[in-house]
């Protein structure tokens, strides 16, 4: 079937360190996204991809960077910049020939001691 | 203010009860989208709407874009349907989705 797949789906990392979030699809789908969940917040837009080889960053960027070289592939990386970077992160995935029906993962929590 | 506002934000029903969730949105919209997310935190998309109203199960939404307003209704709930339910809009031709902050609901027997 196809889908999104995150992985981990927890991860603990100490303070300083830059860690890496796998995103992965197999829906052909062009654009993917990465969220970023906080208690008691909607979801935030960290950076998004429409294309290979292109991104945007979000409204929540400064900390965090991002790479498309495989259309089924966006990895996110939380850099020791990012402040706080303690929480739930969600991966989606979207094509305009789906009139942008959206597809989400299961999400990594992550956890910075 | 955000631009994407849902009440009420907690829900506790019993089973069997029928339910609304409201959004309400401030700009534009191509299209509105309501989401389910489970306690392990994955998120399902129930619906996409940019007109009028869909049924799928129990479960129907309507869209008032005049109003800028959309609502969720659930038909004969169940504790099954116990999730948080998230509000998001797509606005213009970009991709990208602004959401709500979400309606927790709880529904026991």
């Known amino acids: 079937d196809g889908g999104i797949t995150q992985s981990p789906k927890y991860l603990f990392r100490k303070e300083g360190q830059n860690v890496t979030l796998s995103c992965e699809q197999n829906?052909?789908?062009?654009?993917m996204y990465w969220y970023r969940q906080d208690p008691g917040q909607g979801l935030r837009l960290i950076y998004y991809s429409q294309i290979v080889n292109d991104f945007q960053k979000g409204d929540i960027a400064e900390g965090y960077s991002v790479s498309r070289e495989k259309k089924e592939s966006f990895p996110l990386t939380v850099t020791s910049a990012q402040k706080n970077p303690t929480a739930f992160y969600l991966c989606?995935?979207?094509?305009?020939?789906?009139?942008?029906?959206?597809?989400f993962g299961s999400g990594t929590r992550l956890t910075v001691v | 203010k955000n631009e994407v506002e849902q009440s009420p934000q907690n829900l506790t029903a019993q089973e069997g009860e029928f339910i609304t969730i409201n959004c309400s949105y401030s700009?534009?919209?191509?299209?509105l989208h309501w989401l389910q997310q489970h306690p392990g935190g994955g998120i399902v998309s129930l619906f996409m709407?940019?007109?009028g109203k869909k049924k799928h199960g129990r479960l129907i939404a309507t869209i008032n874009i005049q109003e800028k307003h959309s609502s969720l209704h659930i038909t004969a709930s169940h504790p099954r349907d116990s999730a948080v339910y998230i509000c998001?809009?797509?606005?213009?031709?970009?991709?990208?989705?602004?959401f709500g902050t979400g309606t927790r609901l709880q529904v026991t027997l």
């Open positions: 709407l940019s007109s």
């Open positions: 989606a995935s979207s094509s305009y020939g789906t009139g942008y029906g959206y597809t």
């Open positions: 700009v534009g919209i191509s299209a």
């Open positions: 829906l052909n789908h062009d654009a």
């Open positions: 998001a809009v797509r606005t213009g031709t970009a991709s990208k989705l602004t």
